[in-house]
Every structure is written in C-alpha cells, then in structure tokens.
C-alpha cells in the first residue's frame, strides 16, 4: 500500500457514549481507525483498538502513549508530544521506535472503572495497530487485566527483545535505546538496571535514565550498545528491577572480525625508468581479510618521492564485502636527477583501516659513457717502437646504450692503434663495462696526441692520449761558431761551449777534439767525456792564447759514435795597446733629487803602439743609475796609437746623498781606461709638524689655555717657499695660532707655532692645525679641548649629627658630595678639624657610588662620603670635615655627636 486512509470513530461524552457504556460493554473504541485502502492518506500511523468490560457506566477513556522517552497524556481535542491528533482522529507519528499505550476508564466522578495497555512498534510509512483489554479496578487500583496486584508498580521494558545484528569484534555498534516505563497504579522506587546472561561481557550499558523513582505511567530510557570482544554469536538480557518487579528485553547479536584491509605485495620494484619517460607499471592486489565490508576506499601515494608515481589505474573505491579483493596499479615516471625514488601507496577505508605498501624504482639518465682514464700518457718509446698497452674501460651510467662504435682521432692518430677492440658493436646495458687497449708506435721524435671516441645514438665519450716519439741521440754545439776578436800577444781569452743531445735516446760518451791550427788554442775545464741522456748537455772551455801576431782560426769537434758536431773559432794576435781616461776624476755640482744635473765630457786616448780593439763603454758601481751616458763616440770602434774619443756623461740622482760610479772604456788590446764619477743628490723640501695632535683637557668657558708649541721643521736639502699657517674645522674660531707664517725654512731647520686654546660655549672642540709650503707640502695636527662651567664641589648636608654612641662603639653616617660644574674637579681630599677630630673618620668605600680619596669628579657627577663617629670618652664630641679639589673648591661640613 502507497497510503493508508482513516475513519476515526471517537468516543464523545456524553453524547456519544450512551450506546457503549455499562458493565456489559463489549468493545469500547477510542480511536479507531479503519483501513480504507491504498490511495489514501499516507503516513506513520498508529490504530489503538480497547476493548473489555468493566462495572459502572464509563464516562470517558483516557489514553497514556509512553514514546520516544515520554509520557503524555491525550485526548480527543488536543495533541502533545510525537502523537498528533488531528481532526479526522487519526493519529499521525514522528519518528519511529517502541511504543506502549495505557488505557484508563473513568466514570463521571473521574474514579478509574478498569484499566490495560498494549505496546509495539512504530515504523516509517506503516500502520501499527494495538488492541488493549481493559480489566476492572480493584479498590481503585489496578484493574484485573493490567497483570499485577492492585496497588502496586509495574514494570515493563520495549521492545522486549532487540537483535543488533552483525557487529565487529573491537567496534562497538551504535547505543540502542530501550524505554522502561511503570503500567502500574502506584510509584516505583528507582530501578535497579543489570546486564545479565552468558555474553554479557559483550554488550554495554552506555545510558541510564533511569536513577530515579519512576511514577504511574512514566517512563525513562536505557542504552545498551553491542561491543563484542570475541567472534560468534552472543545474547544477554537487560533486567531491571523495582519492588520486587522484575522487566527484561532480551538482547542478541553476531560478532564477527572487523574489516581489515591488507596489500600485497608489501615490496613492488618498478624497475629502471630513463628520467622524463613514464615506466612499467606494477600492481598490487587490496583484500578485506575482515568479516564485515570495509567503507568506501581511498588510495593515494604518499612520500618524499610521491610526485614520481602516478596512480595507473585501479578497481578499487566502492566498500570490499568481506574476503573480497581489488587492485591497484602504479607507473613509474621519474623526473629530476637520477637515483633511487621510494614512496608509499597507502588504500584506506572507514571501516577497514588502512594497508601500506612500498612501491621503489630506479631512475636512469639516458644512456651516458664514461671513458677511464679520461687522460692519458704511453710514456715515451723510440721512433718505431710500440709502447706497452694501455686498457680503457668504457662504462654505462645510465640507460641502455645502442652499439658503440670506437674510433681514433686527432693530429696523431696514425701513431696510435686499438689493439684489443672489446667495445666494438656492443651494446651496453645499464652500469655495465667493456674494455679496449690502446699502443702508440711513434713515427717521428716529439709529443704525439691524438683522441680516442666511444660513442652511441645517446652521446659518447672521449679519452685523451698522448706520448712522447724518442729521437736517436743528435749532438748540438753552441754557440754555433766564435771570434775572439783581437787579444794583444800574451793575453787569454775563454769561451765556453755547451754540448747537449737534441735527440731522444742517450748518447754514447762525448769526446771532444781541435783541428787546423790549433796551436795557440787549448781545451780546458770540460764535463763531457760521459754519456749525454736525452735533453742533457755537457760543458767545454776554449781558451785562446795569440804568441805572434797575426791570424788564428780551427775547429772544435765533439763526437759520440755517429753523431757529431762542429763548430769554427778564430781570433787575432795584436801587439799591446793602452787606453786612458782623460779626466780621471769628475765631481759634480750638487743636484736636486730627479732633476737633471750638469754634464762633462770625458775624453778617451790610446797611448798605446798599436791600434786597439773595439771599445766598449759601461758605467759600473752602486751609483751607476744616478748617471746617464748622453752622447758618445768611442762605442764599437777601434782607436790607431794616439787617437781619441770623446764620450758626455751627465749627473740624475735618483736618491738624496752621495753617489758615485765608473766609468769604463774596454779594448781588446787596449785594457782598460777608468775615470771615477760623483755627486750628491739633494731631498726637495718637505715638512713636518710635531706633535701631531694635542689635547688641551678642560678650560673654563670664557678662559683660555696656555701656549703650547708646535715644531714646525724642514726635513729636506732644500728651503720651503713661504709657509702659510692656519686652523681649520668646526670649532677653528677655538684655536689661535701665531709663528713661523710667511716664513721660509731652511734646509734642515725649524721654527715654532704658538698655539692656545680659548673656550667657548659648552662641550668638546676640535679643530686642525694646517702648515703648508708649495715646496714642502701640507702637514696637519689635530688639535681638541673642552669647554664648560668650572667644578665646583656642593656637599649636602653642611651639617651631620651622629647623635649618642656608647664609648668604643661607632655609628656612621654620610653626606652627599656633588660635582655642579661642567669640568671635572681635581682629585677629592678630605680632612678633618675643630674640637674631636679623633672621634671621625672616612670610611673607606665598599660599594659603588661612595667617594674615595683621589677620586675625581666628572660634571654633575656625585658621590656619597661615608663618615664614621667612634667616641673614645663620654660628652659632646664637635668637628669639621672639610671636602676639598683643585679645581672644585673646599666645603666644610659640621660634625656632631656624643659619647655615652
């Protein structure tokens, strides 16, 4: 039925009642509601049918329904609580639940003629129908049908029985609530609630409203929710009991395992996946292993490295019944840099729990090589000689590589060969190897370079080679050839020759030999004589010694097995000459220093019989810089017997002093002509001001300080122009100089600069004192002092009476001491006069803020001076002591006391 329609046929007093009242009623009606049909009115609906038969004539019935936790009372034109009664007498329910309805009769007088009850089950959109059977009233208790003794409480529990179905062990099902209400006439005492029976254990009382006395008709509610700790199927009953009444509702349910879910395997490994390209795709398998479904499920991946792996695909979402399973299925698509990524794939339901499993996977960089050694040296093998080999490893880092192809390359490459070509075609997998050798046979001496290229359709790598090409043992003679010019009969002259082997490979010993001519020639020191290594040289001394003059030439050999080398030497035999330096000596005029001085002409002449050699000219000796060779033309040429040259030399100091050097004219023959040089540089003028700074310390505002002097000194060779002397800075106007301006120092001299602080204002003054010279330069003192009122010293009080002390015993006492000028005092005195100066005395300070002898007084700065009274003999005991510096003037204070 889609609807249920109603007829109330209700019972109206008095009306309506005289054909259905007396003792011999058989059914008496107070609402009753007939069903029509589907069609009709739609709805929760409750029919209530009373039936019996009770003595007296029945006025009125009444009716009790106990619903949802109350009680109320209703009758035909009014509506109270979840019952409604509308006008067409239907009534109409909200909400659904056990229900008990008490149906009291009442005569005229409102005396109770018989009473009873039914109870049931309201639910959603049906009719329930409950018929009660009225008994007759006892004594005006209860009546006969209402199943206990008149006057006594009843008890009674809906529903009578509940079945909570299937629950999980360690999941407490939701509270169901039980309705207790008293049927009976008289009040009962607060009930007594238990759970009983075998599984008791597993259920659980969660609320009880019933704690107090619970009247006629009323009712209270229990909670009872069904918490199994083991599996299988449990049952336990609810009693409550009141004055020896006992109700009960019996409880059932199944306990099962709670849905659990589970993930396998635990450990997935997706394998390699190149970075930036998706990966396998694995897949794990979700199972409830519970009893009961779990909720709806949720999978997500969770961790550091979640965001590489995405979620494929997967079954799973909806609840899992119990035993059932889904899956999962996870890619692997890495991004970054290569290496290792873990996450987790967590699938979870309420209920259910959640299951984890790890999910790994390794990401690879697109195949990438690597050659070791990436550089590399095959030693150094003669012209022709294969070198030992050198093994290469080539490896993998990354992903699968297609096949490598190895090559040579570079400006030597014919010198080198891959021996053993392991690489060749093959195709590397990930972190995997092979291996090449290498050899260098060199074709000519010298380093030789070349490439060696591994490469793949993913990228390659490339290894450096080289190596040195021994050449045969090669003799080099230098210099190349050798005059020795012209050398007066008698005289010697050596040259020194150098042998060394421009080849490769070791030489055999070096011997070394004159020919053609000789006779006025001679080997002399020498270090060869042994084997030369490659790059290695010896050394030979030829020495020349003309006997006659005339013309000398030969050639000096050196040999090492097949390998040889020549050089020709000549020089001539001349008689004597003699050169001379005309002057022999030359001071210069002093000179400032890098300024140019003067110059002289020096003369050269050979007072020799025969022509001498070619001249060299030179300046030697510490002071050669400081002069310059201007013009001159005895370089490179030769001077007959009595011939001259001339040559200038001016003087440069370089440096403040004296210089000097020598001037020498060489010949061979000819000796050697000196003439001895000299000047004195001069230092240009340059100041200095000393002291540097000073400071004046405090002067009084209005007063100025004494002179104090400033040198002002020339530490060059040279005088100053005029000095120009002044103060500059912000407080310049505090500062008065006088001396030494618009004079002009001496070299080496000083003058004085009077300078006095005159204070202004208040506060620290600063200023420069600036001396300056355009010949000399600018030099500065810095000059401060301080201006303020003067200290003066203000003690408070003037007066201290340290009033009685027992002889022997002392009392102290202090009084304030201020500084209230600017400036700081002199260091602080105290002495004592009057009557008793014995009796007192200062104390000597322990803490901060007390004066002390010495000490001095900033501005606004105090002080406290701790006094002591210690009387000897008894009576008054009168004294001064007087606070005194310099600056700060001297206070007396009074000081009185008595000794007892």
Do not use: W
């Amino acid at each position: 039925m889609n609807a249920i329609a109603a007829t109330p046929r209700p019972v109206r007093a008095p009306r309506a009642t005289a054909h259905l009242l007396g003792r011999s009623l058989g059914l008496v009606v107070a609402a009753a509601l007939a069903v029509m049909g589907c069609g009709g009115k739609t709805g929760t609906y409750v029919v209530v049918r009373v039936e019996g038969t009770v003595p007296g004539t029945i006025a009125r019935i009444e009716l009790a329904f106990t619903y949802q936790g109350s009680t109320r009372q209703h009758s035909f034109a009014e509506a109270s609580g979840p019952v409604t009664l509308p006008s067409d007498g239907a009534f109409k329910m909200t909400g659904v639940g056990p229900i008990m309805v008490t149906a009291r009769a009442l005569d005229g007088a409102g005396d109770e003629l018989g009473r009873g009850s039914a109870s049931g089950t309201v639910r959603a959109d049906e009719v329930e129908t409950l018929t009660i059977t009225l008994g007759e009233a006892v004594d005006g208790g209860l009546p006969d049908g209402g199943g206990s003794d008149g006057g006594l409480p009843d008890l009674a529990v809906l529903p009578a029985s509940h079945d909570y179905g299937v629950a999980a062990t360690g999941a407490p099902s939701p509270a169901y609530e039980l309705v207790v209400s008293n049927p009976g006439v008289a009040t009962a005492a607060p009930p007594v609630v238990v759970l009983a029976g075998t599984d008791r254990p597993d259920f659980a009382l969660t609320a009880n409203g019933c704690t107090g006395a619970l009247l006629s008709g009323a009712s209270c509610k229990v909670s009872v929710a069904f918490s199994p700790l083991t599996q299988g199927l449990k049952s336990a009953r609810l009693e409550v009991q009141a004055a020896g009444v006992t109700a009960t509702a019996q409880l059932t349910g199944v306990a099962v395992p709670p849905a659990s879910l589970s993930l396998s395997p635990l450990l997935h490994d997706a394998g390699r996946a190149v970075v930036g390209q998706s990966g396998s795709v694995v897949s794990f398998m979700v199972r409830n292993n519970g009893a009961v479904p779990t909720g709806d499920l949720v999978a997500a991946l969770q961790g550091d490295d979640a965001a590489h792996f995405t979620l494929a695909s997967q079954s799973c979402g909806a609840p899992l019944g119990p035993g059932d399973g889904c899956t999962v299925s996870v890619r692997f698509t890495p991004t970054g840099s290569p290496g290792q990524r873990t996450a987790s794939l967590t699938v979870t339901g309420a209920p259910g729990g959640t299951g984890v499993a790890a999910v790994t996977g390794m990401a690879m960089a697109p195949g990438t090589l690597t050659v070791k050694p990436e550089t590399s040296n095959l030693g150094a093998r003669g012209v022709g000689l294969a070198s030992t080999p050198l093994l290469f490893t080539v490896t993998n880092t990354g992903a699968p590589t297609s096949p490598l192809v190895t090559a040579l390359t570079g400006t030597n490459q014919a010198d080198f060969a891959i021996r053993n070509a392991g690489c060749q075609g093959v195709a590397l997998g990930s972190e995997l190897s092979c291996t090449l050798e290498v050899v260098m046979t060199p074709s000519a001496g010298g380093t030789r370079t070349a490439s060696l290229t591994v490469a793949s359709a993913s990228g390659g790598a490339v290894a450096a080679l080289s190596g040195v090409g021994l050449a045969p043992a090669a003799l080099d003679l230098e210099p190349a050839s050798h005059d020795f010019g012209s050398l007066p009969v008698g005289a010697t002259a050596a040259q020194l020759f150098t042998i060394s082997n421009t080849g490769g490979m070791p030489s055999q010993p070096v011997v070394m030999a004159l020919s053609n001519g000789a006779a006025d020639l001679a080997i002399g020191n020498s270090t060869c004589g042994v084997a030369l290594a490659a790059g290695a040289s010896c050394t030979v001394n030829l020495v020349f010694t003309p006997r006659t003059a005339g013309t000398r030439s030969a050639q000096l050999t050196a040999t090492a097995a097949s390998a040889s080398a020549t050089v020709t030497v000549s020089g001539v035999g001349v008689p004597a000459g003699a050169l001379v330096a005309i002057p022999t000596t030359r001071t210069f005029a002093d000179t400032l220093v890098g300024q140019q001085g003067e110059s002289s002409v020096i003369t050269i002449r050979n007072d020799g019989q025969v022509s001498s050699g070619a001249l060299a000219v030179q300046l030697t000796g510490t002071g050669a810089a400081d002069f310059d060779l201007v013009t001159t033309d005895c370089g490179a040429q030769t001077l007959a017997a009595g011939a001259t040259c001339m040559l200038t030399v001016r003087f440069r100091p370089q440096s403040a002093g004296l210089h000097a050097t020598s001037l020498q004219v060489v010949a061979s023959p000819g000796g050697t002509a000196i003439a001895t040089l000299s000047g004195r540089g001069l230092a240009p003028a340059r100041l200095e001001l000393v002291p540097p700074s000073y400071d004046y310390g405090s002067v009084v505002t209005g007063q100025q300080s004494p002179d104090v002097a400033f040198t002002l000194a020339n530490l060059g060779d040279l005088p100053t122009d005029q000095v120009t002397v002044q103060t500059s800075g912000t407080d310049a106007a505090s500062f008065v100089a006088s001396g030494c301006g618009g004079q002009v120092i001496a070299a080496h001299a000083s003058c004085t600069i009077q300078v006095r602080f005159v204070a202004q204002g208040t506060g620290q003054r600063t200023a420069s004192l600036t001396a300056s010279a355009t010949m000399g330069g600018t030099v500065t003192s810095s000059l401060t002092g301080r201006a303020g009122a003067p200290a003066v010293l203000v003690v408070t009080p003037l007066q201290r009476n340290f009033g009685s002390v027992a002889t022997g015993a002392e009392a102290t006492a202090q009084v304030r001491v201020r500084n209230s000028g600017e400036l700081p005092t002199g260091p602080l005195s105290f002495s004592f006069g009057g009557a008793e100066p014995g009796s007192y005395a200062v104390v000597v300070p322990s803490g901060a803020g007390e004066c002390a002898v010495n000490q001095v007084l900033a501005g606004a700065e105090a002080c406290n001076l701790k006094l002591r009274f210690r009387p000897t003999s008894a009576g008054a005991k009168d004294a001064t002591v007087t606070v005194s510096a310099t600056p700060g003037g001297s206070v007396p204070v009074s000081l009185s006391g008595t000794g007892q």
